[in-house]
Each structure stands twice: as structure tokens, then as C-alpha cells.
């Protein structure tokens, strides 16, 4: 059944964001299956730089400090259109933090929820939208790709991902189950690629915002 409550005074909880949802057992929006094929991305504060030209061509990613995109959750209509001027977004990435030393399973969902609902909302607005998936360990697969399409285009990040052998391969195993759960067009990579990583389905690998940067220094030394 299609979500249309409202349980708070003014919809303080923002309700309206999963208006017209289908919710899984989580309560999460369960987004719809895109196919999409970006061929560059920035991020939301990059997105703002007025040098740049080629607007209809860029995808918008979120994969930065949530400090910079917090905003948009607080007031999501006051940003309909500067993200409409661009090709397509990647979902929202709040952090998703695992472990002994990590969140309460609480605020993680509550995360999720807020990736989803920002997803769905701007979906119904006509933006094309390209939904993230958190990638953790075996004990969070159910939950973290819940709510996620089948046979669509999504997209990882691996920033903080490829430092160690270890992190490389806990990512390489949640992105093969995550294919073998979702079975994905193709899968969009920002960041580098782990060399362990075989993948069963087509990638796309768009530059980091920290690559980018690094490849600038090194340009001009």
C-alpha cells in the first residue's frame, strides 16, 4: 500500500519525502529500477562552482561529509531545481557507521531511511536518481539492501574502502552479494576500483572527488 500519513504537527518528521512509497519491512521506500548511464560526476558542494559549463552533463553524487548536504534534507524543495539542471544525482549517502565502535543500529537505519526517503522524493519530482548502496559487513546485508531496485542501475563508493587488504576484501564480498541479491544493469563505481574485484556485472568507474584532486598536485609537480 502506497504511504500517505502525516502523525506530526507541521510534518515535522518530513513525511511527506515517501509520499505515494511502497515501505519494506524496515519501513524504508523501496525505490524503483533506473537505468541510467552517467559519464562524469562532482560533488554537491562542486556542484555549486559557477565555472562550470557542461551542466546537462554531469551527475551529482553525495559521497562527501554529510556536513556539506545535511541542508538539503532540512529544506529539499529549496534545491528541486539546481539539482534538475544537472543529468542525474546519485542518492544521498548519510553515513552508515558498523561494528563495536560504530552508530546504534537506530541511527544507522534512521540513515538508510533518510538515503531513501531524499531518493524517492526527488524521483517523484522528475530528477533522475541512481540509488547508493552502503556496502558493510555480512551481519547488515538484509537491512542495508533492503529497499533497493532490482535490475537498475546503482552505485558504490569507495572512498575509505581501499586502504587495507582487509576493508578491500569485506567491500569485494558485500558487492558480490549485493549483485547476487539484486542483479544490477550495471554498477557505477566513484572512486578507485579494488584490484580484487571481479565483477559479475558491468562497471562504470567515475573519478572521486579526492582523485581528482590528488591527479591535480601530481599534475603539477
Known amino acids: 500500500m502506497a504511504y500517505c500519513g502525516v502523525h506530526t504537527a507541521f510534518d515535522v518528521m518530513k513525511e511527506f ?6 515501505l519494506d519491512e524496515y519501513g524504508i521506500p523501496i525505490l524503483p529500477p ?6 562524469e560526476t562532482v560533488t554537491f558542494r562542486e556542484s555549486f562552482d559557477k565555472k562550470i559549463k557542461n551542466w546537462k552533463e554531469l551527475n551529482v553524487n553525495f559521497y562527501e561529509d554529510e556536513y556539506y548536504y545535511t541542508r538539503i534534507f532540512n529544506n529539499p524543495s529549496k534545491y528541486l531545481y539546481h539539482l534538475s539542471c544537472f543529468h542525474s544525482t546519485m542518492s544521498h549517502d548519510f553515513s552508515i557507521s558498523l561494528g563495536e565502535s560504530g552508530m546504534p543500529f537506530a541511527l544507522n537505519l534512521y540513515n538508510k531511511w533518510r538515503n531513501h526517503a531524499l531518493a524517492w522524493y526527488f524521483q517523484s519530482q522528475g530528477i533522475k536518481v541512481i540509488p547508493s548502496v552502503s556496502i558493510g559487513d555480512k551481519e547488515s ?8 531496485p532490482k535490475r537498475s542501475t ?3 563508493c569507495t ?3 581501499v586502504r587495507s587488504k582487509a576493508a578491500r576484501v569485506e567491500f569485494c564480498e558485500g558487492f558480490y552479494e549485493m549483485c547476487r541479491r539484486l542483479d544490477p544493469l550495471r554498477v557505477v563505481i566513484v572512486g578507485r576500483v579494488p584490484d580484487e574485484l571481479q565483477s559479475p556485472v558491468p562497471i562504470i568507474n567515475l573519478k572521486s572527488r579526492n582523485q581528482k584532486i590528488n591527479e591535480m598536485f601530481q599534475g603539477g609537480e
Open 17 to 22: 519525502l515517501i509520499y505515494g512509497a511502497e
Open 154 to 156: 546503482l552505485s558504490v
Open 159 to 161: 572512498n575509505g574502502r
Open 34 to 39: 533506473v537505468n541510467i548511464i552517467p559519464k
Open 141 to 148: 546485508y538484509d537491512w542495508l539492501f533492503s529497499g533497493l
